[in-house]
């Protein structure tokens, strides 16, 4: 029997969601048993094995069916794996592989062969699976994964490089235009693109003259390939974040900044005060890998806080404005990117003038300034952003939007913990055969990111890289010129001395070239212990990024309610639980195929589909003029006398640039204040924050949502009394019971990939009327 392409995509959603519940609408609808939507998952994209040439020809023809020429985004991370070595059929090389071991999978050609290697000790097990994606950098268009390779945790930076140089090679030499390779900020990544910036035979030398006499900002663009591909280097603007935090944290240094200090005491007050705008779990036993917590942190909301209730605490104030700006010049929706590359050069400056300070102020780096990572990591951060803007305006002709948030490792974190939804402790091999579902899942997200809960605490990763409320594609892609960086960067110099004027400290040769100032007292008069070097890390163990942290988060209340059905139907449970259980799944399905039918696609229509909006966005591009810019409108940072700043200014900067999840996301009780509130220039933030009116759009949505919270919640009482509680990352009998449970006696279901018998016909009956009900009221709260 042939289905429509609209069939299979509504089948594939509810099967995705719960098989149970597929199989009972079966029995009243004609839809595809769940061996041929199985079936058709594995044909979907037969992933390759390891790097050859079947990798490139798979990504050539997707981008090939969206009609798509234009650049793409690289990013690589990697993760833990659970150690194990699986033979695996491959059909490229129409052979049996050895899964799991580090480097290419070996070839499996004789029993006796694999255990002598075996037993010398030359196969390892690896320990982590590291993963490349390709993004498009266009609004709604799903991640792509398109490698992945076992290795260990000893592996050199020269190591992972050869496996990023063939990957290069093989994109470039087909034309793929790659723009930018991006990493977490661990000493080894950043080693790596360091190896492949020196492996360019040719640069494009940008240079911005430095306002302070220095020698000039120099970005050193790598033409990388044959083609001279321009590439820009680019590091996670979330783990910068989190860095800048645990800096922040650190008991192993007190940031000092002038006459004022930024350390962990004073932001801790911003979860116990009454108005504060931090949660307590920010603060105390906190996840350093939290993300929303480091958002609240660097959010307008604190400055207005610290203006409000602590004014003086001036360092931290600037501390938080400085690096909040510089991460939204990343995360920010609706900036122009001029103002980016102030905010950028802004934190460049700050930095630098920082370490002036303190070199004259003989204090030692390794206590009062930040940890070299940290410091690496801005560096990259700023010149990454600089490099884009000059590719995509002179490289590219300006004829594509610039979406930085989208060009990170954010992608690579989201594939990792849509991995461990489908199964929590993976092998290698198990890697491979999900991949057509996490491809589902990936697309799912698209629909779903906007709902993403900025109020979670410790949550771990919160990934909002599709959120696109308040977008404004027209802005993002109004280039500067050099007149108009010039002028950014005189901005960005002067606010940047006009901030370290509000700190205390004299502004004249900060900075700059001139060295004729009385130099200031140094720390040694008052003690006479000896100062540490300057190079000196006392605490990078603990600041550094852990590369091998597993990635969690707390998803939206649609996937809690998917997460939620899968954990009671794997429970015992009486019959009368067992109907309740269906009844809310059948529930959840309506709502999931409700969303899911705007946004889902299949194989089928996916290439259509993504080539119309692309060709869409194009269209509105080519008839948009950009403005012209006049460098004169440029308004200094701060018009008033020097160390006079009004901080209230600070405060609207900073709510003016957060992003939509960090206005959101802080604590509000007892803290609600409107007065100050800066709204970004578009109707979609705008409209988010008013009351729905009746019968309109927002009002539909706003009953939707609460429709899937109270279904939430109805799932989360029914297993409080089925839960058998399962804590943390199982391995050996647990991870086999997952894999191995049959389903529950007389449902329908599928126990290694066989279907089982449907139930009876009363039950069915029974089940199927309850279904059917339950959707027509969920329709009739959607639908207006």
């Known amino acids: 029997m042939r289905y429509t392409p609209t069939t299979i995509e509504w089948s594939q959603i509810v099967h995705v969601l719960s098989k149970q519940a597929f199989q009972a609408i079966r029995c009243v609808l004609p839809l595809p048993t769940s061996r041929t939507l199985e079936q058709r998952r594995r044909r979907e994209i037969l992933f390759p094995i390891g790097i050859t040439e079947r990798t490139f020809v798979v990504l050539k023809g997707r981008l090939d069916d969206l009609k798509y020429g234009g650049p793409v985004g690289l990013a690589c991370d990697d993760t833990k794996l659970l150690p194990s070595l699986r033979p695996h059929y491959d059909s490229e090389r129409e052979c049996y592989v050895l899964l799991g071991c580090v480097g290419e999978p070996m070839v499996l050609a004789d029993p006796e062969e694999l255990s002598r290697v075996i037993r010398q000790g030359k196969v390892e097990k690896a320990k982590k699976i590291r993963v490349w994606t390709i993004k498009i950098p266009l609004p709604r268009v799903p991640t792509i994964v398109l490698a992945a390779m076992a290795i260990s945790d000893e592996q050199s930076a020269e190591q992972l490089f050869q496996y990023l140089q063939r990957l290069l090679n093989g994109l470039l030499s087909r034309g793929i235009k790659v723009i930018s390779y991006a990493a977490d900020g661990t000493s080894v ?150 103002d980016r590359v102030e905010m950028a050069l802004r934190a460049y400056f700050f930095m630098e003038m920082w370490e002036d300070f303190l070199s004259r102020a003989a204090y030692a780096k390794s206590k009062h300034f930040l ?126 001395q006009n901030l370290w004027a509000a700190l205390g400290v004299e502004v004249n040769g900060l900075g700059s070239a001139h060295t004729g100032l009385a130099r200031m007292p140094s720390i040694r008069t008052w003690y006479d212990e ?30 809690q309610i998917e997460h939620a059905i899968a954990k009671a139907e794997a429970q015992s449970m009486d019959t009368r639980t067992e109907d309740k259980v269906n009844s809310l799944t059948y529930a959840a399905a309506a709502l999931c195929v409700q969303r899911s039918m705007t946004m889902y696609v299949n194989p089928i229509t996916l290439a259509s589909r993504n080539a119309q909006a ?62 100050h509130t800066i709204v970004p220039p578009v109707d979609v933030a705008s409209a988010s924050s008013a009351a729905p009116e009746t019968g309109s759009k927002a009002a539909i949505e706003h009953a939707r949502q609460a429709q899937e919270r109270r279904l939430l919640v109805k799932i989360k009482d029914v297993l409080k009394d089925v839960d058998e509680p399962v804590r943390g990352i199982t391995t050996g009998t647990g991870r086999d019971m997952r894999w191995r449970q049959p389903a529950a006696g007389g449902r329908d279901g599928e126990v290694d990939g066989t279907e089982v018998e449907a139930p009876a016909a009363g039950t069915a009956a029974n089940a199927v009327e309850v279904a059917a009900r339950t959707a027509n009221q969920v329709r009739g709260i959607l639908l207006p």
């Open 614 to 675: 692309i060709s869409d966005m194009a269209k509105e591009l080519a008839d948009t003029l950009p403005s012209v810019r006049d460098p004169d409108e440029r308004r200094p940072f701060w018009e008033g006398d020097m160390g006079d700043i009004d901080f209230d200014r600070l405060v609207a900067i900073r709510r003016a640039h957060h992003t939509v999840q960090a206005e959101k996301g802080v604590r509000t009780r007892g803290h609600v204040d409107s007065e």
């Open 530 to 559: 000896p100062q540490d070097s300057d190079d000196e890390d006392m605490e990078s163990a603990h600041e550094e990024e852990d590369e091998d942290e597993l990635d969690s988060e707390e998803e939206p209340d649609m996937l």
């Open 371 to 496: 940890s070299p990572e940290a410091r690496d990591i801005t560096r990259f951060l700023v010149i990454g952003l600089l490099q884009l803007v000059i590719i995509y305006r002179d490289h590219l002709g300006g004829e594509y939007p610039l979406l930085p948030w989208l060009l990170t490792t954010e992608a690579c974190e989201h594939v990792f913990g849509a991995c461990r939804q489908i199964v929590k402790d993976f092998t290698m091999q198990d890697f491979h055969y999900m991949v057509p579902k996490l491809h589902i899942r990936l697309r799912e997200h698209l629909f779903l990111s906007e709902l993403s809960d900025g109020k979670e605490r410790a949550s771990g990763y919160n990934h909002t890289y599709t959120d696109t409320r308040g977008l404004d594609i027209v802005a993002l892609a109004t280039y500067p010129s050099d007149t108009d960086i010039r002028s950014a960067t005189d901005v960005a110099f002067s606010g940047a």
């Open 189 to 338: 990544e950043r080693s790596v693109q360091r190896l492949l910036t020196a492996s360019a035979t040719q640069y494009n030398d940008y240079t911005i003259p430095h306002p302070g006499g220095r020698p000039p900002i120099n970005l050193h663009i790598p033409l990388v390939g044959i083609n001279r591909q321009p590439m820009a280097m680019i590091q996670d603007s979330n783990h910068g974040r989190k860095t800048y935090r645990n800096n922040a944290f650190s008991g192993a240094r007190v940031l000092t900044l002038g006459n004022y200090t930024a350390m962990y005491s004073q932001f801790r007050l911003g979860a116990f005060d009454a108005d504060g705008p931090l949660y307590r779990r920010d603060v105390e036993k906190l996840d350093r890998q939290d993300d929303n917590a480091a958002t609240r942190l660097f959010s307008g909301h604190t400055l207005h806080w610290l203006n409000t209730s602590h004014p003086d605490l001036v360092g931290a104030t600037v501390y938080l404005f400085v690096f909040g700006e510089l991460i939204d010049a990343y995360q920010n929706r609706f900036l122009p990117l001029v």
